[in-house]
C-alpha cells in the first residue's frame, strides 16, 4: 500500500495522484517549507521539559499530606482520619498517605517537593469552573479566553512552527493549552500502541488516497492533516525507538507517563507535556478508591522519574500535579468528602531543592467551613515559568506573584 | 495561487432560482439538502424526503420549529435575580457583599452553560436540526455573546426570538432585535440618550445585519442613531421607551427627512438596493459555499425576495429548492463548522450530547467555537479560518473519546447525577459500543466500505481511498471488532468527512 511521503525528497520524487501538484500550491505542508530553510536552527536538546499532571475531581489534600497531630482534623473526620502509625512521616506533625511509598522515598532523596495548602482566593466548588480557573490562571471572577501553557507557547515558542509546542496523552486536548496565537499542539491516543498504529497507518492512507474532483477546501484540509500526521508519524517513530528503561506498572497512567518519556527521550522539541489521573471525586467510600489513586499516581510518578535518572534525562524534566480543588475538611455521611478548596500539589525533579513549602492549613476552622489557602497557585505557576522555563511570568500571568522557593 | 478548478455557474440568473426539476431530486440531493440545512442525512431521512418530493421537504424542514422551553436554571437565576439588589444591600461588610455579588455571578454562568449542553441536546434531534441551524445562522448576524452579556435569560431570550421570528419577515425580526435586552446590552443601545446618541447598533445595523459596508454614510449612522435613543429594557425583559431620552426631532436617513423612530429607520434602510441582496449573501456564504454566487444571481433572488416584502420563510424556500442550491459545484465542499462537526457525529453515530457541560463546552473551544461566545461582532468567520493545527487535533480528539468506553464510576459525582437525571427521560448513549459497531457492519469488507463512505461522507472519494478503507476491514491488524473501529474512526478523521 501507498504511503504519504514524509520527507521533501520523498515527496518530491512523488508523481503521484494528486500530491505532485500540491507541491505547487498555496497549502503545501510545513514540513515542506520548513525544510527550505536547511540551516534552520535544531531545537536545543538542553532544554528543560515540564511535565503537568492533572488530578481529576479534586484530590483529598488533608488525606494526601496528612496533618496526623491536628485534633480537629481528627474531630473532623472520625472514619476517614489517618492516624500518626498510619503514614510516611515527613515531620513531626505531617505524614504521606501509605500509599504515596515511593514519593515518600523521593522526599527523602530530595526530588519531591510538596507546596502545601495551594489555591486561589474565592473558590469556587465546581469541578467544571474550578478546573477552568486552574487551567486558565484567572482569578476566579474572571473569565480567561487562553490557558497558562497556551500563553506560555504564545510568549516563547514562536520560530518552531514544525514541531509540537505541547504534547498531551489522552483524549481530552487540556483547556490549559488553549493560546491566541496557533502552534502545533498534538495528541497521543490512549489504548493499545498496535491500535494506535494501525489507525495511524490507516488514516495515512486515506489521506493520501483522498476525493474525487479536489476541492480548494478539500485540498487545504488534506494538507493541514498531513502536517499532523506527520506529526504523529514522528511521535509513533519514537516511541517504537525509545521503549522504556525501566519496568512502569501496567496501569494506563503509568503507561502515559512511559510515553512521554519516550518522546523526550527521542528528543522531541516540545517543552510542555500533559497527562490526566482521574477519579478524585470521592464523595462515597473514599478510603480504598483513594488508597487506590493514589499508590498509582505515586508508583507511576517513581516509575518515570527512574527511567528519565536512567536515560540521564532527569536534570531536564520538572514534573508538577495539580486539581481543581481540595476537599472538604469534615467528611460526609457516605464515608466520603465532599468539594472543598486547597491541596498540596507536588514537584517532582533532580533539579528541585526538595522538601515541605508553603504554610500548613490551619484549622481553627468552624464544623463544616473549609481550610483558607497558603499559598496561590499562580505563585507556583510563576515559580515554574521563570525559574524552571525561563521565561517572564508577567505577560503570561497578568501580574506578579511572589515566587516559592523550591527551585 | 490556487489549483482548484473554478467551474463556472452554468446557470443564468434567472434559471438559478428556479425550482429544481423532480427528476433531479434524488438521494444525493436529498443528502445535500439534509446536511446543509441540518446535520445529517440518515438512510431513513433520505427516503422520506424522496417519498416527500423537493419543496415539502424544505417546508417539513423549516417551518414550524418547536418551542424550546425555559430551563429550570435559568428560571431560579431569574427568580433569584428579583432579590439580588436587596441581598446586595443586606450584606453586612464588604466581604459579604462580594461574596453575594460572586455567587450571584457564578450561579449565571452554571445557568447558562446548563442551558448551552440542554440546548445542544435539543438541536441534535432530527425534527429540530434545520430550525435550530437557522437560530445559529441568524446568531452569527444579530451576534451577543454570553461572555459581554452575563446573563443567560437575556440569551436565552435573544435565541428564543431569532426561534420565533425566524419565519417573519426579516424588518421585523430587525425591529424585534432592537428590542432584545442581550443585543441592547451588547450594543449598548440601553445606555444611549438624546443628548449624547450612541452610534454602535445603527452602524452594525446598516453594516452587519441589513445592508453591509459601503452601502451608507457616516452621516446616515449618526442620524439613524439618534432614531434609537432612550430604548429601554425592564428586570424581566420587557421592553420601554423613555420618551425624554428619545430624541424626536427631525433627522434625514438616506436622504429621507423626518421625524424618525427606530423602526421608520429600519424601514428606510431596507428601501435601499443593497437590503434585497445582504442577507441571501450571508445565506449563501453559511449554507452554500465560500465562493459566493455572481451579483446578477444574487441581484435575481434579492429582487425576488423585496417582492414577497422580505420574507424569511420565501427566502428559505426559494433557497432550498432551488437550481443554484443543488448544483455540483456546491456539493461537498463545504468546511464544517465545529457544531456541525460535533452534532453531525451525534448523528451520525447515533450518540447523545452528554448532560454535563466539561466534555462538551472544552471541545467546542478548542475546535476555535466558543459557544455562544462569538469572538467579536461580526461572529465567526468560518471556512479555512475553522482548520489549523490545533483545531484539527481537537476535532481528531473529540472522535476518539466518542469510541471511547466511559467508566461512569469515575465520572464526577455531580456528572453522574446529571446523567442518572437524564437517563428519566430515556436512553442516553455517550460513547459507540461494539454492538453498535456490529450492526452497522454485518456484511463482506467490500460492502461495508462502500456504506461507510456513503453514510458518512459527502465528497465521492477515490477507488484508492475505498480499497484502502475495504483492504483495512478485511486484513487490517488486530480482531474483526478493534478494525472495524479503527476503519471507521480513521474514516471520522480523514479530510472528507470535515466537509459537507
Known sequence: ?407 | MTTATRTPVRLSPRQAWEPLPPLQWNASAARHLLRRAGWNASPDQVRTALRDGNEATVRKLFLQPSPFPLTEAIKQVDEDRLTYRQRVSDAVDVDDRRRVQREFRQQNTAAFQDYAVKWLDFASRPENAAHEKWVTFLQNIFVVSFDRVRNPSQIFQHHDLLREKGNAPYPELCKAVSRSPAMMQYLDINRSQASAPNENFARELFELFILGEGNYTENDIKEAARAFTGYRYRANGDFYMVNRQHDGGRKTVFGHTGNLTGDGVIDLAFQQPAASVFLPTEMCRFYLSDEIPPPEHLDDLGRAWRRANYSLEFLKLRFFTSRLFYERRYRGNLIKSPMQFHLGLMRDLNLNVPPYPRPILTPYRQMGQNLFNPPNVRGWVGGQVWINSTTLSARRSLVTTLFQEINEDRLNADDQAALRAAREHGPVTLYVTRERLRQMADSDPGVIANRFINYFLATPVTAEYRSVLTEFIQSGPGNRDERLRTAVMALLQSAEYHLC
Not at chain 1, 170 to 180: C, H, I
Not at chain 1, 295 to 317: H, I, M, P
Not at chain 1, 346 to 369: H, T
Open chain 1, 1 to 407: 500500500m501507498k504511503k504519504i511521503p514524509f520527507t521533501r525528497r520523498e515527496f518530491l520524487r512523488t508523481g503521484g495522484r494528486g500530491l505532485g501538484m500540491l507541491a505547487f500550491c498555496q497549502y503545501a505542508p510545513l514540513f515542506l517549507t520548513q525544510s527550505a530553510l536547511a540551516g534552520a536552527p535544531k531545537a536545543e536538546k538542553d532544554r528543560t521539559i515540564l511535565v503537568m499532571v492533572q488530578l481529576a475531581g479534586g484530590n483529598d489534600g488533608l488525606n494526601t499530606l496528612v496533618p496526623f497531630q491536628e485534633p480537629n482534623y481528627h474531630a473532623f473526620r472520625p472514619n476517614l482520619a489517618l492516624k500518626e502509625e498510619d503514614v510516611l512521616k515527613v515531620t513531626d506533625s505531617v505524614g504521606l498517605h501509605q500509599s504515596c511509598q515511593p514519593l515518600h522515598q523521593l522526599l527523602g532523596d530530595g526530588k519531591l517537593s510538596i507546596i502545601q495548602n495551594v489555591g486561589y482566593p474565592n473558590p469556587n466548588r465546581s469541578h467544571f469552573r474550578s478546573m477552568e480557573i486552574w487551567e486558565t490562571g484567572s482569578d476566579s471572577d474572571r473569565y480567561a479566553r487562553t490557558g497558562w501553557l497556551g500563553r506560555f507557547f504564545d510568549n516563547a515558542c514562536q520560530g518552531a512552527p514544525d514541531g509540537p509546542v505541547g504534547i498531551h496523552v489522552g483524549n481530552e486536548v487540556p483547556q490549559a493549552f488553549l493560546s491566541d496565537k496557533t502552534h502545533v499542539i498534538h495528541g497521543v491516543g490512549g489504548g493499545g500502541r498496535r491500535q494506535q498504529q494501525a489507525a495511524h497507518d490507516l488514516l495515512q492512507q486515506l489521506t493520501g488516497a483522498g476525493h474525487e474532483r479536489g476541492s480548494n477546501n478539500g485540498t487545504f484540509l488534506q494538507h493541514t492533516l498531513m502536517n499532523a500526521l506527520a506529526t504523529d508519524e514522528r511521535v509513533q517513530t519514537m516511541m517504537r525507538r525509545y521503549p522504556a528503561s525501566v519496568p512502569y506498572p501496567r496501569t494506563n497512567f503509568a503507561q502515559n507517563l512511559s510515553s512521554i518519556s519516550s518522546l523526550i527521550a527521542g528528543g522531541m522539541e516540545t517543552r510542555v507535556y500533559f497527562a490526566s489521573l482521574g477519579g478524585f471525586d470521592t464523595h462515597s467510600n473514599q478510603a480504598t478508591s483513594h488508597a487506590n489513586l493514589l499508590r498509582t499516581l505515586s508508583e507511576g510518578l517513581a516509575a518515570f522519574q527512574a527511567d528519565l535518572e536512567k536515560r540521564n534525562l532527569d536534570s531536564q524534566v520538572l514534573t508538577m500535579t495539580f486539581s481543581e480543588f481540595g476537599r472538604r475538611p469534615i467528611e460526609n455521611d457516605s464515608a466520603g468528602t465532599d468539594h472543598g478548596t486547597a491541596a498540596p500539589l507536588f514537584v517532582m525533579g533532580s533539579q528541585l531543592k526538595g522538601g515541605l513549602y508553603g504554610g500548613a492549613p490551619d484549622f481553627n476552622i468552624e464544623r463544616n467551613q473549609d481550610i483558607a489557602f497558603s499559598t496561590d497557585f499562580r505563585q507556583v505557576y510563576g515559580t515554574v515559568i521563570e525559574r524552571w522555563l525561563d521565561c517572564d511570568a508577567g505577560p503570561i500571568l497578568g501580574r506578579k506573584f511572589d515566587a516559592v522557593d523550591f527551585i
